[in-house]
C-alpha cells in the first residue's frame, strides 16, 4: 500500500519537526510548510498528490482560514484545523471555511492521530467506490466518482465531510438515521470530538440543500435523529 501524503502546515519549526516524526512513524510521507503562502505553493505544484492537509491557523503571510478557503475552491482533500483557538465561534468559521475537523492545541499525540487515521480511511473509502455511483432522491442527486451533488439544475459546493454524511443519509433514503449511526458512519468509531457535531453538519446541509426549496429533504425525526426522503 503506498504511504499517505501529508502536507503539515505549522510556523513553529520544532512543533512542525515534532508532528512530522511522529506521522513518520506512523508511515505517513509528509512534507512541512511553514507559513500559508508556502502551503499554497506547495499544494498546487501537485493538487492531487495530497492525500491530508494538517493546517495551523494562525500564519504568517497568509492565515490558516484563508488558506483552507482557497484549497477547499480546488480540492476536496481533508482538511484539519490544529490551532490554540478554542472559542465556539472560531471553530465555526473553520468548519465554514471548509475545514473537515478542528483540534484544539495543546493536544496529545494520539488524538491528532486517531482523527488523521479517520480522514484518509474516509478519503479512501469514496475512491473506491464503484465508478460513475449516483444517488438519485427526488430533485437531489448524488454523484460518489465526480462528488458533485446537484438539485434543480443548482451544483452544491460541499466540504467533504458535508457530502459524505449526505451520501449517508442519501444511501439510506427513507430510513430514520441516529445520530450515533451518522457519527459512526461518517466521523468513524474513534472520533473523540462533541457528538452534536452531528446537528452541526446536518444544519450546514439543510442551509444548502433545503435553502429558498419549496419540498425540505432533510428531516428531525424528534428525540432520534434524521431521514432523508421526498414526504413530510
Not at 116 to 145: C, F, M, T
Not at 203 to 223: A, E, F, P, W
Request: glycine share 6%; net charge negative; with cysteine.
Amino acid at each position: 500500500m503506498n504511504k499517505a501524503n501529508i502536507l503539515l502546515v505549522e510556523d513553529e519549526k520544532s512543533v512542525a519537526s515534532f508532528l512530522s516524526t511522529e506521522l513518520s512513524f506512523e508511515n505517513y510521507q509528509v512534507e512541512e510548510a511553514y507559513d500559508g503562502e508556502q502551503a499554497l505553493d506547495l499544494f498546487l505544484q501537485n493538487e492531487s498528490k495530497w492525500d491530508l492537509v494538517l493546517l495551523d491557523w494562525m500564519l504568517p503571510k497568509l492565515n490558516g482560514l484563508e488558506v483552507c478557503r482557497r484549497i477547499r475552491k480546488r480540492s476536496l482533500v481533508p482538511i484539519v484545523i490544529m490551532t490554540a483557538r478554542d472559542y465556539v465561534g472560531d471553530k465555526v468559521a473553520g468548519l465554514d471555511g471548509g475545514a473537515d475537523d478542528y483540534i484544539t492545541k495543546p493536544f496529545d499525540i494520539e488524538e491528532l492521530l486517531a482523527r488523521v487515521r479517520v480522514a484518509i480511511r474516509r478519503k479512501n473509502s469514496y475512491e473506491a467506490a464503484p465508478a460513475s455511483h449516483v444517488y438519485q432522491v427526488g430533485d437531489l442527486s448524488l454523484d460518489i466518482e465526480k462528488r458533485t451533488v446537484v438539485r434543480e439544475g443548482t451544483t452544491f459546493n460541499l466540504t467533504q465531510r458535508e457530502f459524505d454524511l449526505l451520501a449517508v443519509l442519501m444511501k439510506n433514503e427513507g430510513k430514520v438515521m441516529t445520530r450515533e449511526e451518522l457519527l459512526s458512519k461518517v466521523w468513524g468509531f474513534d472520533y473523540m470530538g462533541q457528538t452534536n457535531i452531528v446537528d452541526v453538519y446536518v444544519r450546514y446541509l439543510r442551509n444548502k440543500i433545503d435553502k429558498n426549496q419549496t419540498t425540505s429533504l432533510i428531516h428531525t425525526v424528534r428525540g432520534i435523529g434524521y431521514a432523508l426522503r421526498t414526504e413530510e
